[in-house]
């Protein structure tokens, strides 16, 4: 597995995402199969991201604090770092606990949302797939969607 800093076109937005080797990134975004998570734009490209090189075994502990690379190039130090690790985990946290009460829909989304809206289904908690232009069409449409900041695994792949 590896893990690659990405950054949408439209906006700039910064994520992460997870990818089987970096030939597997290659093809899912030679197909447009990557997305932004805020904002659905497909103009996805890699940002730059600083190795992780563990200190040689002969240097002592202490002198120059850690640094990480952010997606926008600059550096933060190990203790923001910390605190950023501390908020994901709480938004996945918060993403968790909202869908527990959610049915997985998956690429029926966009009809079953339609259908919640416009009142030809009861009203229920719903999450699943949806293509970028569609999320845009849904939106337009005044349909209440949101994309959800983590991938969602479908309930037929889990272990």
């Not at 975004?29 to 996805?44: H, N």
């Not at 770092?81 to 946290?93: F, H, I, S, Y």
Request: charged share 25%.
């Amino acid at each position: 597995m590896i893990v690659f800093d990405l950054r949408c076109g439209a906006h700039g937005h910064p994520f992460e995402a997870w990818f089987g080797s970096s030939a597997d990134y290659d093809d899912q975004q030679a197909r447009g199969l990557i997305a932004c998570p805020l904002c659905g734009d497909t103009d996805v490209r890699k940002a730059p991201m600083a190795p992780a090189v563990p200190a040689k075994g002969n240097r002592q502990a202490g002198g120059a604090r850690p640094v990480a690379m952010v997606p926008d190039g600059q550096a933060v130090a190990a203790p923001d770092m910390a605190k950023m690790k501390a908020v994901m985990e709480r938004l996945a946290a918060a993403q968790r606990d909202a869908l527990k009460d959610s049915q997985w829909v998956g690429r029926d989304f966009a009809d079953t949302a339609r259908a919640i809206h416009y009142g030809e289904q009861d009203a229920a908690r719903i999450h699943g797939e949806v293509a970028p232009d569609e999320a845009r069409a849904l939106i337009e449409e005044g349909v209440p969607v949101a994309p959800l900041p983590f991938p969602v695994v479908p309930p037929e792949a889990q272990n």
